[in-house]
């Protein structure tokens, strides 16, 4: 492992995350208050990129399902919240059949997800040089 740059300090603002790719490693750098982090870019659920969901505090918010990581240590906080009563409001003005249908078919995905575990994401070391971002991978 060495010490790489991936971005400017000035490119993540406070309380955003970026995608980066670096030596066939995606990498989500957060800055929490000045302070920058990098882990994993791929949720350990399904693989959605954690830069495109949301930094609460010290924890990354997955956009598809809500897993939480601390991107401190790349730890799972909580693990994914498959909503099926906000999924059946969507479709509350469709006839019955097509309620029907579409509950049966969110029941299923829920019960073939609710199987798949969600692992801890890797945590990297990070330094600033100057205004440089530099993650030891
Ligand atoms: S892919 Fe991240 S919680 Fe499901």
């Known amino acids: 492992m060495s010490l790489i740059k991936?971005?400017?300090?000035?490119?993540i603002p406070p309380g955003t995350?970026?995608?980066?790719?670096i030596n066939d490693k995606?990498?989500?750098i957060a800055n929490?208050?000045?302070t920058f982090y990098a882990i994993g870019d791929r949720c350990g659920h399904e693989n959605a990129s954690l830069a495109r969901g949301k930094l609460e505090g010290?924890?990354?918010?997955?956009?598809?399902?809500?897993?939480k990581f601390d991107v401190k240590t790349g730890k799972k906080v909580s693990g994914p919240v498959l909503e099926l009563a906000g999924i059946a409001k969507?479709?509350?003005?469709?006839?019955?059949?097509?309620?029907t249908e579409m509950s049966a078919m969110f029941e299923g995905i829920a019960e073939a997800?609710?199987?798949i575990k969600t692992y801890d994401v890797p945590a990297y070391e990070v330094k600033i040089d100057g205004n440089d971002i530099l993650v030891n991978v």
């Open 32 to 34: 929490v208050g000045g």
């Open 90 to 99: 969507k479709f509350s003005g469709c006839p019955e059949h097509v309620r």
């Open 26 to 28: 995606e990498l989500c």
């Open 58 to 67: 010290t924890l990354v918010v997955c956009p598809m399902h809500s897993s």
């Open 17 to 21: 995350m970026k995608h980066v790719e």
């Open 113 to 115: 997800q609710s199987s």
């Open 6 to 11: 991936v971005a400017k300090t000035g490119e």
